[in-house]
């Protein structure tokens, strides 16, 4: 399993929070550890992506956010479709 692009952890990590999440329900949900998605967090509030909003200790996505997953989603995923290798049924057999 090839490991996943940092543009592909802040689409998850703004995913889950999508509805609001606090940070172990980002770190499980996004397969991070702490550390990692401590890094993630601060990149993507600097950027507005994210939001912290410290009366209920939960992280949300704004609509900046919202609207850079959309169209990472629309430019990675044809992208990703096309460099995936083929599926065992076409695949010479070994």
Known sequence: MARRSGMD????????A????????????ANLNF???????ETLIEAGF???R?????YFTTDQ???WMTNYGAIVTPMKAMME???EAEAPQL
């Open 35 to 41: 550390k990692i998605v401590n890094k993630y967090l």
């Open 65 to 67: 956010g919202s609207y």
């Open 18 to 29: 999508e509805s609001g999440a606090r940070k172990t329900r980002l770190v499980y949900q």
């Open 85 to 87: 290798p083929e599926s």
């Open 50 to 52: 994210l939001e912290y």
């Open 9 to 16: 952890i802040c689409c998850d990590i703004l995913t889950v």
């Open 54 to 58: 410290e009366d209920v200790k939960t």
